[in-house]
């Protein structure tokens, strides 16, 4: 919610769709807020904001949503003041069953004239562009998961089992080129399920070869060096974190970053009753996928192995010790959490909450 005073301003809700957007004008002397629908396209908009004076007087809010930021770009060049609402953080009335644009639209300049409404950060263009090429790799990567699982659900149904390691490795990708099938629709079929993991595997690479160009570049250079720090948290995994969080800043504590990523525990609790269940899942699934990946690599002992040691080369020494004292506790927290719990990725889930922590403690650390 917001601290700054909403006093004196012309609140604008507005209910944005593809082809129109709902905009609910509310005065300060005013109680209800009068709705009218324009087109959804930036002349309509300058017609809009052309009727109002002065400008400085005005604030606009919208939801956060498939038509992406455009809009608060061009109102912020318009000089308007404009929130972009989190959507999962808008006050519901459980009771009102009715929901259409104007009243959406009247709703929000209401609750948002009120300070009830909480703003998300927006990325410049050019940090939302590298999110989404880290989006795609995002994509391309379940993708190919699906694509392999596919094939090896095609040779468990025919008794072709691979028992000589781990899958997808040069040993397993040679098996695989020796398997054959007599009949023809069979062959037909692998053929076609192997040439879909191949390219998949291609497509993949190539979008890591273009998100390879940006490590080195500001604003996530600086911030991709001391994510790699830390154990689990590869290169790309780094530049993907920095590109979803780009601003760590504005999170006052870790506790804030972890609610961000979902990682925090969902709780029903009343009167002497005290009921915790499942994370909550309600924040970046981008940000939470990457922590619990790199949650697993503490399963194991703590160490410096060449790739750790290569991405510390050159950092800061205060750098290198937070990220082996974070390396130490999550390795012992890992084996106690799984001596005690029978599924693995709830002790995965609780470490990369722990994660989350100590990287918002690194990112904000002079």
């Known amino acids: ?47 809009l904001i052309g009727r109002f004076e002065d400008r400085s007087k005005l604030w606009a809010c919208y939801e956060a949503g498939p038509t992406g930021y455009e809009l ?71 993708d190919q998961t699906q694509a392999r699982n596919r094939l090896t659900h095609f ?55 273009d998100l390879v160009q940006y490590l080195d570049r500001e604003p996530f250079a600086v911030q991709v060096r001391r994510l790699g720090a830390y154990r689990g948290i590869t290169n790309i995994g780094g530049l993907c974190l920095a590109a ?20 925090v525990p969902s709780e029903d609790s009343t009167g002497r009753r005290e009921h915790r269940g499942n994370i909550t899942h309600a924040g970046n699934r981008y940000v939470r996928a990457r922590l619990v990946e790199a949650a697993w690599s503490y399963r194991h002992r703590p160490h410096i192995g060449v790739t750790i040691a290569a991405r510390q080369h050159g950092l800061a020494p205060e750098i290198v010790a937070r990220s082996w004292k974070a390396q130490v506790r999550l390795c012992k927290r890992f084996q106690q959490l799984n001596a005690r719990k029978n599924v693995k990725s709830v002790v995965a889930a609780a470490i990369a909450r722990e994660l989350a922590g100590f990287l918002w403690a690194e990112m904000n650390a002079a």
């Open 1 to 47: 919610m917001s601290s700054v005073s909403h006093r004196g301003f012309t609140h604008l809700g507005l209910d944005v769709s593809k082809d129109s957007i709902a905009v609910a004008v509310l005065d300060p002397d005013r109680d209800r807020a009068p709705v009218r629908k324009i087109f959804h396209d930036e002349e309509s908009v300058r017609r």
């Open 72 to 142: 608060y770009r061009l109102l912020d060049r318009l000089g308007v003041r404009c929130d972009v609402i989190a959507p999962a953080l808008i006050p519901k009335q459980p009771g009102n069953r009715v929901k259409t644009d104007r009243r959406d639209a009247s709703k929000l300049a209401g609750l948002h004239r009120a300070g009830e409404l909480t703003a998300i950060a927006v990325p410049s263009p050019q940090q939302e562009a590298v999110r989404d090429l880290c989006r795609l790799r995002d994509d391309m990567v379940e």
């Open 155 to 209: 040779l468990l149904r025919h008794s072709r089992v691979w028992r000589g390691g781990s899958n997808w490795t040069l040993k397993h990708h040679r098996w695989l080129a020796g398997v054959h099938f007599d009949d023809r629709a069979l062959a037909a079929t692998f053929a076609h399920y192997r040439a879909t993991v191949a390219l998949r595997d291609s497509s993949l690479e190539a979008v890591e070869g």
């Open 244 to 263: 979803e969080i780009f601003d760590w800043r504005r999170f006052p504590a870790g506790r804030s970053l972890m609610c961000f990523t979902g990682l």
